[in-house]
């Protein structure tokens, strides 16, 4: 049996730059079942640029014009606040981890001593960031989001290169939310045949079918967004799960993994009391006399399977009866 899959409830930003709403945001992924809860960590300035705009999307959810250095600003939690969040996250019993986005949030994040690291979609390509965390020699998460294969490759060559532990990849699509159309799934299968490392995937579509999907194509890690409220203003909060969407994706991944089984074709234990109700024997179509060669006229296959399995079949034909057999009557020698 393989692992569970490990299942991060992305809480992100979404607790809108409130310490008290992430710490309520731990809870909520704990009480739906989640393994981690994961936030993102970044200092804003060293972020973006004082010119750079908002996605589309964020427009859309924040309603409101402003740069993404003021969007960000109102939407960090601090190095400190961070180091308290962590120890709640302890204290009530989930993983905690976040994403880093800039070097110093690197740097700070390794006095938490993570035991894996998350490199954002908008990072695959980013040459210093990926040799930071390279260097740790810890395992990844690698998020595949706004990537061709070419992209993918660059980064899994320059981590491996440099000493990185293993590395998992996330398929992603950066679009919040991604239309199903957009989700393609069967890329979960591909990135694992073409690298050959673990795959899991990291969803932005509206709903829970995509991951759960996703468990049943071999996914070992699902990450999704969540909110405590999906009309906050936040850029994430419409594209994210509420806190009983999320109950229900757990549950729902849950009993997948249960259905999933193993890599092996044999007969289970709650069918194997129906076999001989479902099963056929070998039976004497007509009358049979004792001595008679039988031929395939004078026999058929009927229920219950406790006698001769058909099977046998063509090693029962030729053969000489063993006395005389009734029509329906089991053949026995």
């Known amino acids: 049996m393989r692992d569970p899959v490990l299942i991060i409830a992305e809480a992100g930003v979404n607790h809108n730059g409130s310490l008290a709403l992430a ?45 993404q250095l003021e969007m960000l600003s109102r939407l960090a939690l601090s190095f400190d606040e961070f180091r308290e969040l ?8 989930i993983r905690f981890l976040a994403t880093p986005f800039d070097a110093e949030s690197i740097e700070f994040l390794k006095t938490l001593d993570p035991t894996v690291w998350k490199i954002p ?5 980013n040459v210093p960031y ?14 595949t989001g706004m990537c061709d294969e070419d992209d993918v490759a660059f980064a899994v060559d320059l981590l491996r290169e440099h000493g990185a532990g293993e590395i998992t990849l996330l398929h992603c699509n950066t679009e919040y939310p991604t ?40 996914a070992e890690v699902i990450e999704k967004h969540f909110t405590l409220d999906k009309k906050m203003e936040g850029p994430d909060d419409r594209a994210s799960l509420d806190p ?15 259905a ?30 004792k001595g008679q060669i039988l ?30 057999f009734a029509p329906d009557e089991q053949i026995r020698f």
């Not at 979609?121 to 390509?125: F, L, N, Q, R």
């Not at 406790?306 to 053969?319: L, T």
């Open 260 to 289: 999933l089984g193993e890599k092996a074709i044999r007969v289970s234990p709650s069918e194997r009391r129906n076999m001989t109700a479902a099963r056929k024997s070998i039976v004497a179509k007509r009358f049979i006399r």
């Open 130 to 143: 990926l040799l930071r965390l390279a260097a740790t020699g810890q395992p990844l998460l690698l998020s």
């Open 86 to 93: 962590k120890a709640y996250c302890d204290g009530i019993g």
């Open 179 to 218: 239309p199903l159309e957009d989700a393609n799934l069967s890329a979960i299968t591909a990135l694992r045949e073409r690298f050959g490392c673990p795959v899991g995937y990291s969803d932005h579509t509206l709903g829970i079918e995509a991951p759960v999907a996703a468990v049943a194509l071999g």
């Open 23 to 67: 710490k309520r945001m731990a809870d909520a992924a704990k009480e739906a079942g989640a393994d981690v809860v994961k936030y993102q960590a970044f200092v804003p300035e060293r972020l973006v640029s004082a010119s750079a705009g908002m996605a589309d999307y964020q427009k859309q959810n924040v309603g409101r014009a402003e740069s």
């Open 244 to 258: 009983e969407e999320l109950r229900c994706m757990v549950t729902a991944i849950r009993r997948i993994e249960t």
């Open 121 to 125: 979609s908008g990072e695959v390509t």
């Open 295 to 324: 031929a395939e006229d004078d026999l058929c296959c009927k229920r219950p399977g406790d006698g001769i399995s058909p099977r046998e079949w063509f090693s029962v034909i030729g053969k000489q009866a063993v006395c005389d």
